[in-house]
């Protein structure tokens, strides 16, 4: 069994560095031989509703996944915050729901080892302004929204101007290693030790840490522009293999 996965790209336009690191991530062998490919979220910087512009700017990246899906492999999408609503657009690409879409964490059961898998937000368990922020963003009535009120152009400026915003106040206060500890005690806190593997990203910090008392390993590849680097797990042997 090997399973492939990668978080927090945060691709902005085409044939930008995040945009290369991806397109590189789509057809490096070892995902082109893995079983599962998994995408942790805010792999775009911003990527809301079903409009058609994403498929048109990013077609080279939607083939890549078509390729991967005509070859056998599970892929998997789960929604950051950057990239959120996003189950109709791939509807509108591949009908029989070959990607699956999730908002929440997930399960799997492979190879006899259990694997948590999600975006990672959930882990920063005390950051309640974010908590609420996410909620709002993900619920009901902004997923109408987003797939069928809110103009694309729209969107776009507006979400531009909220990333751009939230990247500065980020670089203000950021402190890796701060973040690290944060993540690791929310990551014991909502999973118990209770998962062979814990797979997340969101936090931007890379890691690998086994929750003391347990067999539990976090695994989060980091902000992928920074790490240069994804997570590929063979036979739950774990490895971090550049991007190129």
Known sequence: MRLAAISDVHVKVPNDEADRLLSNFLVHPEVLSADYVILLGDIYDLMVGPHPQY????????????????????????????????ERLFRNVWKNSDVIVSQQPMVLELNGKTYYVSHGDEHEVDNLTYHRYINFIRSRPLKFIADYLMPYMVLNYLGRRASKISRKQGRKRFDAEGVRHTFREGVRKTTEGKFDFVLGGHSHVKDLYQIPGTPSMYLNNGYALNSGTFICIDDHVIKFLPLG
């Open 55 to 86: 498929f048109h700017q990013f077609r080279h990246h939607f083939q890549a996944i078509d390729e991967l899906l005509r070859l056998g492999k599970k892929v998997y999408f789960f929604e950051g915050n950057h990239d959120v609503h996003l």
